[in-house]
């Protein structure tokens, strides 16, 4: 029913930023929950930030507070992430998810997902 493609991951080094997109087809996301998780390679997924469809609510894991921004463009069909200050920790795979109801759901259980982007960061 939704499909999702991020884009903008890459190689970095420390303290640089990138921006991360996550379009979407198949439905519009104006009334969808989205949020942003990431796996390490040979660790557990990890939870990144979220955001409610209505009422500017937002949610960040603490390792990236004050560095990570989520934020969406409903005209456009698109959610972003943007990373500053990154660091080599934040090397991942980053997915974005999408959900009618997510915003009371755990990240993992969210119905949409896209197949990631990849982000390095060097020291």
């Known amino acids: 029913q939704v499909q999702l493609v991020e884009s903008g991951g890459g190689s970095v080094q420390a303290g640089e930023s990138l921006r991360l997109s996550c379009a979407a087809s198949?439905?519009?996301?104006?009334?969808?929950?989205m949020c942003w998780i990431r796996r390490a390679p040979g660790k557990v997924r990890e939870f990144v930030a979220a955001?409610?469809?209505?009422?500017?609510?937002?949610n960040y894991a603490d390792s990236v507070k004050g560095r990570f921004t989520i934020s969406r463009d409903n005209a456009k069909n698109t959610v972003y992430l943007q990373m500053n200050s990154l660091k080599p920790e934040d090397t991942a795979v980053y997915y974005c998810?999408?959900?009618?109801?997510?915003?009371?759901?755990?990240?993992?259980?969210?119905?949409?997902w896209g197949r990631g982007t990849q982000v390095t960061v060097s020291s």
């Open positions: 998810g999408a959900d009618l109801s997510g915003w009371y759901k755990p990240a993992s259980e969210y119905a949409y």
């Open positions: 955001m409610a469809w209505s009422g500017g609510r937002t």
């Open positions: 198949g439905r519009t996301l104006s009334n969808y929950d």
